[in-house]
């Protein structure tokens, strides 16, 4: 196990994890570090971040299912998700889009949504969200224009990168929501 100095190390061994917690050099604020044992370093089943490596194992093993799944959004640490259809954001405005891809994950597994830099670095503002362990679905995010331009994408277009993490123990409560088996833009559901 990696420490840091500092005294009164809090273990919780039923999730691998020790939490340390000491003053600030200020004395208002506490610094909590969470130091995780080597056996959750990279190289062994219980990384944080899946590699493409990794993704692609759990395609072939079914734990993950992207439709359809293009190779070339494969990254080194994520999936590039794409629009469904072509798109216009006025300048102000917002707008629900979805992922032409459909994903499943496991109970096992959970996703996060980032928005590509090039479109944030243009004014994109994406309400993002977890995808949750056991969900299933095409993906509806909401977008922001806050530019000055109108702003227009193409169906296909890269616009969300989809990241996913292995949890330490599958979840007993996964996703079972109103959002499930989604199939294009889908309005908030009360």
């Known amino acids: 196990m990696r420490y840091f100095r500092s005294p009164s190390p809090v273990n919780d061994d039923s999730n691998n ?21 080597e056996s959750a370093m990279v190289g062994d089943d219980n ?7 990794e993704i692609e ?3 072939r093993d079914g ?5 359809p799944f ?4 494969l990254s080194g640490a994520g999936y590039d998700l794409r629009l469904t259809e072509d798109t216009a954001i006025p300048a102000g405005e917002n707008k629900l889009v979805a992922t032409l ?13 980032y928005l590509r830099s090039t479109l944030a670095r243009a004014g994109l503002i994406g309400s993002l969200a977890l995808v949750d362990p056991g969900f299933r679905g095409q993906l509806t995010v909401s977008l922001f224009n806050a530019g000055v331009k109108p702003l227009d994408m193409k169906s296909r277009d890269r616009f969300l990168q989809i990241v996913f ?8 409560h996964p996703y079972a929501g109103k959002y499930q088996d989604s199939q294009g833009v889908v309005d908030s559901r009360p």
């Open 17 to 37: 994890v020790s939490c340390i917690i000491r003053p600030a050099p200020d004395s208002v604020t506490s610094v909590v570090y969470v130091l995780i044992q």
């Open 63 to 67: 734990s993950l299912v992207i439709v």
């Open 165 to 172: 993490h292995r949890l330490g123990r599958k979840t007993v």
């Open 57 to 59: 194992g759990c395609i």
């Open 70 to 73: 293009d190779g070339s959004c």
């Open 47 to 53: 990384v944080a971040v899946l590699s493409d490596v």
């Open 101 to 113: 891809e459909r994903v499943e994950l496991s109970d096992s597994l959970v996703g996060t949504l």
